[in-house]
T-cell receptor, first 114, second 112 residues
Framework: EAGVAQSPRYKIIEKRQSVAFWCNPI?????LYWYQQILGQGPKLLIQ????????DSQLPKDRFSAERLKGVDSTLKIQPAKLEDSAVYLC????????????FGPGTRLTVL | DAKTTQPPSMDCAEGRAANLPCNHS???????VYWYRQIHSQGPQYIIH???NNETNEMASLIITEDRKSSTLILPHATLRDTAVYYC?????????????FGKGTLLTVNP
């Protein structure tokens, strides 16, 4: 069974530029999560989708971050404009349903903002 | 904020059991204890979870105290590949939002 796929694996941008990350969850998984992991800390949930609807985006900085999950499969997370403090690893995870199922994580995208 | 307390780091000799403690003194009756680990440059990986009873799978054992205020993850025969950050997480079992709230975890270093 293929795992959660993410691309790109690494991205370096200048501050105020925009960037987008892509995630393809495990086939059949209805729930998709985006986490931000700053160096030395545990991952922090940014947004949770159930199919193509948003369940929780309370910690998403909506003035600069946006995410979508069209057709309830792939998802894209965008940052525009990026700030220095956005340097982090962005992790995508998926689970079969929301109801307490195990979350499976992708390898993450490491973003460096200069 | 994370509801758990873990030591920042631990060492273990290869082949020996690794016992990772976690305090969750404010856990409520409908909250599970989950353990994930994160090997360097990888995403977190699920290990095991439990509610009241001790649990065992092919990766590890989870021992939860009777009052449920603390637990221990046991890796019975640690290998070098078990070197990782281990996260203990308390998570609701009902509702629609099952987000994982990660703390800083315990960095387990397995030494040859």
């Amino acid at each position: 069974e293929a795992g959660v796929a993410q691309s790109p694996r690494y991205k370096i941008i200048e501050k105020r530029q925009s960037v987008a990350f892509w995630c393809n969850p495990i086939s059949g998984h209805a729930t998709l999560y985006w986490y931000q992991q700053i160096l030395g800390q545990g991952p922090k949930l940014l947004i949770q989708f159930q199919n193509n609807g948003v369940v929780d985006d309370s910690q998403l900085p909506k003035d600069r971050f946006s995410a979508e999950r069209l057709k309830g499969v792939d998802s894209t997370l965008k940052i525009q404009p990026a700030k220095l403090e956005d340097s982090a690893v962005y992790l995508c995870a998926s689970s079969l349903m929301a109801s307490g199922d195990t979350q499976y994580f992708g390898p993450g995208t490491r973003l460096t903002v200069l | 904020d994370a509801k758990t307390t873990q030591p920042p780091s631990m060492d273990c000799a290869e082949g020996r059991a690794a016992n990772l403690p976690c305090n969750h003194s404010t856990i409520s009756g409908n909250e599970y204890v989950y353990w994930y680990r994160q090997i360097h440059s990888q995403g977190p990986q699920y290990i095991i979870h439990g509610l009241k009873n001790n649990e065992t799978n092919e990766m590890a054992s989870l021992i939860i105290t009777e009052d449920r205020k603390s637990s221990t993850l046991i890796l019975p025969h640690a290998t070098l590949r078990d070197t990782a950050v281990y996260y203990c997480i308390v998570r609701l079992s009902g509702g629609s939002n099952y987000k994982l709230t990660f703390g800083k975890g315990t960095l387990l270093t397995v030494n040859p």
